[in-house]
């Protein structure tokens, strides 16, 4: 675990467990009812898709070593459903109207966001070369969630679940 090379003087907001997740898009401030109204058009891209399997990798910093915001866990697909789907679910959110961040897309798992670090060349090195255990799941849902950032860490709500196609339905 990382805990040994936070200091006491650091200020680290680590993610609670449930709120562990992968962020596919950022859609700003949107009514819940705007998303009821969207999700048929969300659930149609959402069920061309089966169920998949991603994995973890190494440690990694938001936006840079220098200003460390945010320390993550980065996420690899075992095959390409993860990219065609990003890719679709980005043109069906476009048309209906939503203004997407253009940055690449980088799939990774937020692990704590970060308001000061005492030791901040010996903790960047510390995280980045902390050693990952290899940790294997799989993806069947896609959850539209509202996020609040609080001084205490960010609160979600679930606005709506889409399941991937199991083949059954």
Excluded at 105 to 118: D, E, M, Y
Excluded at 139 to 161: F, H, Q, R
């Amino acid at each position: 675990m990382l805990e040994p090379i936070i200091d006491r003087r650091d200020k680290v907001n680590w993610v609670k467990s449930e709120n562990i997740h992968i962020t596919l898009n950022y859609l700003g401030e949107t009514d819940s009812n705007t998303i009821e109204d969207h999700a048929s058009q969300i659930e149609s891209v959402v069920n061309e898709f089966p169920p998949f399997s991603l994995g973890t990798t190494d440690t990694g910093i938001y936006p840079h070593a220098n200003d460390p915001r945010v320390l993550w866990v980065g996420s690899v697909p075992h095959d390409l459903t993860l990219d065609s789907f990003k890719r679709k679910l980005d043109r069906e959110l476009t048309h209906l109207g939503y203004r997407l961040d253009n940055r690449q897309f980088q799939p990774h798992i937020t692990l704590a966001r970060v308001k000061t670090i005492s030791r901040k060349s010996s903790f960047i090195h510390d995280f980045l070369t902390t050693e990952v255990r290899e940790f294997n799941f799989e993806v069947d849902t896609v959850v539209c969630m509202k996020s609040t950032l609080t001084p205490m860490g960010a609160e979600y709500e679930e606005l709506k679940i889409f399941n991937f196609n199991s083949g059954g339905q």
